[in-house]
């Protein structure tokens, strides 16, 4: 983690000084405070967005986890957008966008899926449920819920 923020900060002071030595001091600091002032509308914006249609999908019944997820990959890129730097500006506006933050959402998704049924499986072994009947080699203590639904692999 401490490797990743390192090179995070080199790319944004490489990045400052890039755009400093093309627009000059006075216009990178403007070029930060614009984009600091577009984003956080953008975000605001997205948010509101995010949150309409969480509650429309909400009060019809179905399940809202796409939304969810809009609305926490809008608040991540608000704050992204907040950081000062050119890097995470940009970073920021990828998770805005809409066209964008699709792509991120079904990433988040898939690698939240993998993760819940991996952590499933530590806790309490691997199991499979077929037609919510569970088929297993090792008993089941009987405190740990079986996951209903089609197939669930471990």
Known sequence: MAVV??????AEVAAIWAVGSV???L?????????AFVGSWLARREGGKA????LATAQSGRNPEKELTDGMLVALGGVLI???GFV?????LLFLLPPTRSIARRFWLRRAEKRA????NQRRGPVMVVDSEVVSEEP???NHPVIEGRIVEG
């Open 88 to 92: 995470s500006d940009v970073l920021g």
């Open 117 to 120: 049924i991996r952590y499933a």
């Open 5 to 10: 923020f390192l090179l995070y900060v080199i």
């Open 23 to 25: 627009v000059g001091v």
């Open 51 to 54: 949150m309409r249609a969480f």
């Open 140 to 142: 089941r203590p009987s």
């Open 82 to 84: 907040m950081v000062p």
């Open 27 to 35: 216009g990178t600091i403007g070029l930060l405070i614009a984009g």
